[in-house]
């Protein structure tokens, strides 16, 4: 609770990188967020919320389970959010 302002504050400085992501994928049809570990529930929550507000289909999949499936489901011009720190 104690980090919540810093990181609000982070979110804020970065307006224009977060807006420029938005106007590249707001016509996509589908979009993927890659992750691993903990970054993967953020990676489900994210999918989630695109889905909630902007009814885009999205999924969300642990990085290395990609080579069993879901890595042919992917195209050259589609938007993949990978998550990791």
């Known amino acids: 609770m104690l980090e919540i302002p810093a990181k609000v504050s982070i979110v804020l400085e970065n307006t224009d990188v977060i807006k420029s992501f938005a106007q590249r994928i707001h016509k996509e049809t589908d979009v993927f967020f ?42 050259d011009d589609m938007t993949v959010v990978r998550n990791y720190y």
């Open 34 to 75: 890659v992750g691993r570990g903990l970054d993967y529930a953020a990676c489900l929550e994210a999918s989630l919320k695109l889905k909630e507000i902007s009814y885009i289909h999205s999924e969300a999949y642990q990085s290395g389970e990609l080579k069993h499936g879901p890595i042919a489901l992917i195209e």
